[in-house]
């Protein structure tokens, strides 16, 4: 029971630090096609 415990504590643990990797990640893809398509609205 008591390593059942404390495995899922650490699955959760990862499970968020590896969400906030995504987030970040995908947060500088969105920035990065934002900064895209401004550039291409200027070019017209």
């Given at each position: 029971m008591?390593?059942?415990f404390s495995f899922g504590d650490y699955f959760k643990k990862e499970?968020?630090?590896q969400l906030i990797d995504y987030g970040s990640f995908s947060m500088l893809l969105f920035d990065w096609a934002l900064r895209?398509?401004?550039?291409n609205?200027?070019?017209?």
């Open positions: 008591l390593g059942n499970a968020i630090r895209r398509r401004r550039v609205m200027n070019l017209g």
